[in-house]
Structures are given as C-alpha cells and as structure tokens.
C-alpha cells in the first residue's frame, strides 16, 4: 500500500521559499502564465481550506478551531494545493479566533505576496469573499451579519457583500481568483468585472438551475 500525503507543519505557509516552491509547482502543473497568477489562485483554493473550520465555528457560535499556525498541520496535494487543515486547539473566544485568523493571514499573505508579485490587498480581498462564501455555505440567514462581524474582527479586510439574485443570496464579489488564467478555463459567473447587468443575469440563470 503506497503511503498517503504527508502533513506538514502549518508555520511552513509562513515560509517565502517554501510558498515559492508550492506556487511555482502550482505554475507548472496548471501551465499558468506566471507567479502573479500562480500565488493568486494558490491562495484563492487556501483560504476556503484554511479558513473553513474557523469562520464556521465563530458563525455557528460553536467551537472554534484554531487557526494559529503553530496550531495547524496541513496536507498538500500533488499539485502542491492544500487538501486539508487539521487543527490541534481551539479558540476560547471570538476574539481570540480574530487575532489569531489576523496572525495566520498576515504570516502568510505577506511572504506570499513577495514570493509571487500578487499584491496584498488582492489577497485580502479574496479573504473577504473566502469569508461570505463559507459563511452563506454555513448559515444563509445569518451569513452577511457573521461574514461583516468576522471579517471587521480580522481587520484590514474589504466586508463581505451579499446580492439577491432571483430569491438566492450569493457573494457579491470583491475580488478576482485569476482561474480564467488557466488554459481553457472560462470567466467567473460572479467575476466583478463582469458589467452588473450582465453579472445578474448569469447569477438569476445559476439560482433557477
Ligand atoms: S473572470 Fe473575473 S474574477 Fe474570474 S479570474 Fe477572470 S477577472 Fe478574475
């Protein structure tokens, strides 16, 4: 029986070398244009990784794993992704989950950012709408409340907006993936470059499917 994905400390993602290494793998095996893209879209499949335990803990009001970094062991896959998080703790409190979740995104956005020239205010970004989209996933009533008081808690974060489209609730976009970068991959549906007609039109088509 051939061994599974090794674990790996969760302070490696605090590593420049190290995330240079993951990217420019990410790079090759997706034939990507550059690190710009690579270190974005990287990041854009981390944080759902990364962040899901946590932001469904503070908004489900229940125990929250802890997201430290010290705290964490990830699995990479063989496209040098992150498959999974394991978390060793959890927060006592909410706004200890906050400082911590600050810690964990400073630690990695900033030596991410300088490994592969993606600027860090376009990795917040993708913070914020990691933030709405679990947070939708986990309580629709409740997400916009929970995603703003997370992401004002984080700090330094564009707020999670939320549109009704066709009596849904999706994320209102406030950052871009760069998955259209991927050799024959197609735009976004909710890219928020999308003219907001046009945007509505295909988020109505998504809600009546
Ligand atoms: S479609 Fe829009 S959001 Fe998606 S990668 Fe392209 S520019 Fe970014």
Request: hydrophobic share 45%.
């Given at each position: ?207 009546r499917s």
């Amino acid at each position: 029986m051939s061994p599974g994905p090794a674990e790996i400390g969760g302070v490696f993602l605090a590593d420049r070398a190290g995330l240079d290494g993951l990217t420019r793998e990410l790079a090759a095996q997706w034939r990507l244009p550059d690190q710009r893209v690579a270190g974005t879209l990287w990041w854009y499949m981390a944080c759902d990784v990364l962040l899901s335990g946590p932001v469904r803990g503070l908004v489900a009001g229940a125990a929250i794993p802890d997201p430290t970094l010290e705290s964490t062991v990830v699995t990479l896959r063989p496209d040098a992704g992150l498959a999974h998080v394991r978390h060793l703790g959890t927060c006592a409190t909410p706004p200890d989950a906050h400082r911590a979740l600050r810690d964990t995104l400073d630690r990695v956005i900033v030596p991410l950012a300088e490994a592969s020239g993606a600027a860090p205010a376009a990795l917040r970004a993708l913070v914020a709408d990691a933030v709405g989209t679990i947070a939708l996933a986990a309580a629709p009533d409740r997400a916009e409340a929970a995603a703003q008081e997370i992401a004002a808690g984080i700090g330094d974060l564009p707020m999670p907006r939320f549109v009704e489209v066709a009596g849904r609730r999706f994320v209102h976009r406030v950052s871009c993936c760069m998955v259209d970068r991927i050799p024959g991959a197609e735009m976004c549906v909710s890219c928020p470059r999308r003219d907001s007609n046009e945007r509505a039109d295909l988020l109505a088509r998504r809600a009546r499917s």
